[in-house]
């Protein structure tokens, strides 16, 4: 069974650069056609797409987030990361990973969320 | 890119059947079969409930249904329950190949 982990800092200050990475087990990130991406939600808000990477492909962003995020995946670690820089309180929320298959509208695997908080 | 427009609420009685609709835009909804639709219970990660406008993954129930006209998708949920009282979320491509999701219906059963 696929299984997604989110990991990173619960707490990071403002201006600085939000680090997280998403641990896949149970499949390998480069076999099959996947997209992997990420979403988050503000606290008692709703979802929003950040992006996703295609595993020797493209890479896709929100443009609300200004080219603030980057989105990089590593085979040999069987993971994917996001950065986002110069973060405000309004990037507060609970950052989710996805598995998106190629040529459908299916996030069929989801992390169970790490909520990261940007404060002083 | 916008918000796809879903109600913020919509509630039922056991048993019987409601519909949420999420708009769009011929550049997005209107314009492709790529529409999904999400649970989300409280604290809980969201679950894929329909893709691509109309298809249930194995193990979700067909009480669940999706359908879209024009630039609205809509997901009908019939003979609801209980455990059917969550949180729903469409998402959407765009023609930028970014997704968008839609702000979110909170599903009272009464």
């Known amino acids: 069974q696929l299984q997604l982990q989110e990991s990173g800092p619960g707490l990071v200050k403002p201006s600085e650069t939000l680090s997280l990475t998403c641990t896949v087990s149970g499949g390998s990130i480069s076999g099959g056609s996947y997209f992997w991406g990420w979403i988050r939600q503000p606290p008692g808000k709703g979802l929003e797409w950040i992006g996703n990477i295609y595993p020797g492909g493209s890479t896709y962003y929100n443009p609300s987030l200004k080219s603030r995020a980057i989105i990089s995946v590593d085979t040999s670690k069987n993971h994917f990361s996001l950065k986002l820089t110069s973060v405000t309180a309004a990037d507060t929320a609970v950052y989710y990973c996805?598995?998106?298959?190629?040529?459908?509208?299916?996030?069929?695997?989801w992390g169970q969320g790490t909520l990261v908080t940007v404060s002083s | 890119q916008s918000a796809l427009t879903q109600p913020a609420s919509v509630s039922g009685s056991p048993g019987q059947s409601i519909t949420i609709s999420c708009t769009g835009t011929?550049?997005?909804?209107?314009?492709?079969?790529?529409v999904s639709w999400y649970q989300q219970h409280p604290g809980k990660a969201p679950k894929l409930m329909i893709y691509d406008v109309s298809d249930r993954p194995s193990g979700v129930s067909n009480r669940f249904s999706g359908s879209k006209s024009g630039n609205t998708a809509s997901l009908t949920i019939s003979g609801l329950q209980a455990e059917d009282e969550a949180d729903y979320y469409c998402?959407?491509?765009?023609?930028?190949?970014?997704?968008?999701f839609g702000g979110g219906t909170k599903l009272t059963v009464l």
């Open positions: 996805a598995r998106r298959r190629e040529g459908t509208s299916a996030l069929d695997y």
């Open positions: 998402i959407s491509c765009t023609s930028s190949s970014t997704w968008v």
């Open positions: 011929s550049s997005d909804v209107g314009g492709y079969k790529y």
